[in-house]
């Protein structure tokens, strides 16, 4: 059974830091592209960057210069720095595969920017 849990998120003030964390347990990780997704109230869930087997990494443009994903295939889990931090960032982070699988989406850590 696939379980993914993130964590990390909290309140923060406009160009503040936070760093992301994703843990995913019954894959084999390693394998796995992977990506951070957010969705915003009244927005689509967005993919905002992704980082392939090899190390790869790309960027929304939104976020790029501002974000870094890492992985750490040891400990199954994908990391989100974020640095500079904006009020449009607010919303819950997931993560998942990419191409997403539908039941490898977790609970999501909530992210909020105060301006």
């Known amino acids: 059974q696939v379980q993914v849990v993130e964590s990390g998120g909290g309140l923060v003030q406009t160009g503040g830091s936070l760093r992301l964390s994703c843990a995913a347990s019954g894959i084999i990780f390693s394998l796995f592209a992977m990506g951070w997704y957010r969705q915003a109230p009244g927005k689509q869930r967005e993919l905002v960057a992704d980082?392939?087997?090899?190390?790869?990494?790309n960027y929304a443009d939104s976020v790029k210069g501002r974000f870094t994903i890492s992985r750490d295939n040891a400990k199954n889990t994908v990391y989100l720095q974020m640095d500079s931090l904006k009020p449009e960032d607010t919303a819950v982070y997931y993560c998942n595969s990419k191409p997403v699988r539908a039941g490898y989406w977790g609970q999501g850590t909530q992210v909020t920017v105060s301006s």
């Open positions: 980082i392939t087997t090899g190390g790869r990494t």
